[in-house]
């Protein structure tokens, strides 16, 4: 099997705005965007899953007319914070998140540690299917996770693993995550 893991493209949000389960507008360039993505799949896919943000289904139907929304390939839930800038949220309350983002509930929302049991959930389910060509359209969060699982990193180490808007990581022949 081959994992094709696509981030959404570009949104049309403010400098530092938290946006993981919010709805929000996609950037003008986003049928450049989806081109460029289209280019980079030289292959058919047996099944294409998505989060189902409006920003990750457009891309998925963009890439193929048939398009299975899963919840658990959701961002983070950034709770009482959705909507909000960095500089504008709880300051104390960041930095004890930024301390130990792996296992804190962000408030009102969620920690990685939840997320990724959710991903892995997805996974081992996924890994059930015969199938040969995957897409999965999501976002950076759940594809730094998605990569840590399958390369048995620590959780804590997820923001070294960079994803641009658009950009495509190619797992093949992945087994179960424990």
């Known amino acids: 099997m ?8 570009t949104p049309l949000v403010q400098n530092g705005q938290i946006y993981g389960w919010s709805e929000i507008p996609l ?17 058919s896919f047996d099944q294409v ?13 963009g890439i193929n007319s048939y398009v299975i929304a899963d919840e658990r390939l959701r961002e983070l839930h950034f709770g009482d914070w959705e909507g909000k800038t ?21 408030p009102g929302g969620e920690s990685m540690l939840q997320m990724a049991e959710r991903l892995r959930s997805f996974w081992n389910d996924l890994m059930q299917h015969k199938v040969t060509n995957v897409a999965i359209v999501t976002h950076a969060g759940v594809i730094r996770i998605m990569l840590a699982l399958h390369r048995k990193m620590d959780l804590k180490e997820i923001f070294d693993i960079k994803v641009g808007y658009g950009q495509i990581f190619k797992i093949k022949s992945p087994v179960p995550c424990k």
Not at 2 to 9: K, P, Q, V
Not at 27 to 43: C, D, I, R, Y
Request: charge should be negative; charged fraction near 25%; include cysteine.
């Open 49 to 61: 899953y998505s989060s189902p943000s409006i920003r990750c289904v457009k891309l998925a139907a």
């Open 86 to 106: 960095w500089d504008t949220v709880d300051q104390d309350a960041l930095q004890i998140w930024m301390d130990d983002f792996v296992n804190v509930c962000i």
């Open 27 to 43: 950037a003008e360039s986003f049928s450049e965007e989806l081109n460029t993505v289209k280019k980079q799949l030289a292959v």
């Open 2 to 9: 081959e994992i094709y893991l696509i981030r959404h493209t």
